[in-house]
């Protein structure tokens, strides 16, 4: 038995010796100078890293553009997005383009250490080598070095062992893109290489499985994401009126629809990120976003489902010479709140949306709706003149909850939420 136990020991020691060796890789050197890039790759590396939302996650609040420092919590413990300006100790100042490259397509940094996939490179493993290199090329020539040291990582036990991730690349890591299929054009295939590559839409818009990978079989289904609910982009879409290319990218480079409403979360900024892109670009990159829906709807179905959400906001929204009455304790206490907060804005003719097409109040969660009310909508660069106030500090719990619960019920034709209290104290709890 002890022989037995002591191959064992020697059979694992020496598997465990083999995995290191075959997965570690090198350092590359530091790069001395950059050559120089004219203007026009500057320009080209500038719109990906907007289409990218590089500041997004690199930028922590009140902090220098793309500095690093803003916490991403994951199931696995606390990672803290790094400094990606050129300063030579605390952010990419030392990366060749060799490295940058690595870094971007097989998450591995310059020095060889695994990069967690918070960081989307399996998305970005997808990306060109013309554009690998203008997005290279703005980072280190088109940004101002900031010092700013990233924090450490607290990521639990084993997850804290980066070599690990080789496994996670191995299993997940897949560079190739989505294939053009019946009726799916140019314009579709380059939809396909902008959401799939830098734009990264499904990182975001995807649950995740045990290993925090995106979940093949409910892609772009959904899920959280730094505390918001991403919706759906597949047929499972909470839009009241189904997405055309033309609304999307009214949403996508203004913030706003008139038939989805404002950008308001972590889209917020992505908005104001792809203002100014090419249109052709944001028209492709809807045309491949609308297309994971299903096939598309002909114009008659379309304009029926336009009949019907319009004929349910001809119904239900608030109309005050239908809806205004003097407060009482007698009316329900959230259509209390809503007559005295909430219609003064969000009324019949009013600038919002109707809530009728409010994919929030649809969403299967609460989240959007309570954070939202709480915290209120700073609208993108493109509508700045729609906006939400804060209420964080005029409401109590117990409103708050009954507001939410009435604005499900009369605005939708879905189930109640059953999670609003819960939901409700979360969000007041946090700051």
């Known amino acids: 038995m002890r022989r037995a136990f002591a191959l064992v020991v020697v059979a694992v020691l020496t598997g465990l010796v083999g995995f290191i060796f075959v997965t570690n890789k090198p350092a590359i050197s530091p790069v001395g100078d950059v050559k120089d890039y004219n203007r026009k790759v500057l320009a080209q590396g500038e719109a990906l890293a907007a289409l990218g939302s590089c500041a997004t996650c690199h930028t922590r609040q009140g902090g220098k553009p793309l500095s690093g420092g803003r916490a991403i919590d994951t199931p696995f413990g606390s990672l803290y997005a790094s400094n990606i ?88 890591l897949n560079p190739e893109l989505p294939k053009p299929g019946p009726g799916q054009d140019a314009e579709w295939a380059r939809g396909a290489y902008l959401a799939e590559g830098l734009g990264h839409c499904g990182a975001c818009h995807s649950p995740r499985n045990v290993l925090g990978a995106i979940d093949g079989k409910r892609a772009y289904a959904g899920a959280f994401v730094n505390g918001w609910y991403a919706p759906a982009l597949d047929a499972s879409s909470p839009a009241p009126i189904p997405w055309t290319k033309n609304a999307l990218v009214n949403y996508l480079m203004d913030g706003w629809d008139k038939h989805h409403g404002l950008a308001a979360g972590s889209m917020g900024p992505v908005s104001t990120a792809l203002r100014e892109q090419k249109e052709d670009d944001m028209f492709a990159l809807a045309a491949y976003v609308v297309s994971l829906a299903g096939p598309p709807k002909s114009p008659q179905a379309l304009a029926e489902a336009e009949k019907l959400a319009m004929a349910r906001v001809e119904k239900t929204d608030w109309n005050p010479t239908r809806d205004n009455a003097p407060p009482d304790a007698a009316i329900d206490p959230g259509q209390r709140m809503f007559q005295t907060r909430c219609a003064e804005c969000h009324k019949s003719g009013g600038k919002p949306a109707p809530l009728v097409l409010n994919s929030a109040l649809n969403l299967p969660d609460p989240t959007n709706v309570v954070r939202a009310t709480l915290e209120g909508i700073k609208p993108p660069q493109g509508a700045l003149d729609r906006s939400m106030p804060a209420f964080r500090n005029q409401i109590t719990e117990s409103d708050l909850v009954a507001v939410v619960t009435f604005m499900r019920a009369r605005f939708t034709g879905r189930e109640p939420w059953t999670n609003v209290e819960e939901v409700v104290r979360r969000e007041i709890q946090r700051r």
């Open 85 to 172: 300006t050129p300063h030579k100790e605390n952010g990419i100042g030392q990366y060749s383009l060799a490295a940058f490259t690595r870094a971007m397509r097989e998450g591995v940094s310059r020095t060889g250490d695994y990069l967690y996939p918070a960081f989307p490179y399996d998305h970005f493993s997808r990306v060109n080598d013309e554009d690998i290199e203008a997005l290279y090329a703005y980072l280190m020539q088109g940004v101002t070095p900031q010092p700013d040291k990233t924090p450490a990582n607290a990521m639990s036990f084993p997850f804290n062992i980066r070599q690990g991730l080789a496994v996670w690349n191995a299993l997940f």
